[in-house]
């Protein structure tokens, strides 16, 4: 049974950082595209990036390219998200979730999803 089990939100002051962890089960990492999305109040939801191990291949958003950074830890089955330079537009739910990339670029048609950790960047 695949689960994805997220943490690692909370609220933190314009250019803060925080770090997601995503604990993966069920599947090993290396396999699969995997990555997050988020979803703020009111507003679609947007692929922000994944990490495809078995190609050495990242993807970032543009509006989070320079400040965010995926990696992931097989040992432990985890990805991070090391978010910098936080503003208050990357205030969301963020998932993390597998799938296709194209699923994860445009944040529709994953396969797994977690309910993921609210990131709130305010002052």
């Known amino acids: 049974q695949v689960q994805l089990v997220e943490s690692g939100g909370g609220l933190v002051q314009p250019g803060g950082s925080l770090r997601l962890s995503c604990a993966a089960s069920?599947?090993?990492?290396?396999?699969?595209?995997i990555g997050w999305f988020r979803q703020a109040p009111g507003k679609e939801r947007e692929g922000v990036s994944y990490i495809r191990r078995t190609v050495g291949s990242t993807y970032y958003a543009d509006c989070v390219k320079g400040r965010f950074t995926i990696s992931g830890d097989n040992a432990k089955n985890t990805v991070y998200l090391q978010m910098n330079s936080l503003n208050p537009e990357d205030t969301a739910t963020y998932h993390c979730?597998?799938?296709?990339?194209?699923?994860?670029?445009?944040?529709?048609?994953?396969?797994?999803w977690g309910k993921g950790p609210l990131v709130s960047v305010s002052s």
């Open positions: 979730a597998m799938g296709s990339s194209r699923s994860l670029m445009i944040g529709y048609g994953m396969d797994y």
């Open positions: 069920g599947f090993t990492l290396d396999y699969y595209a």
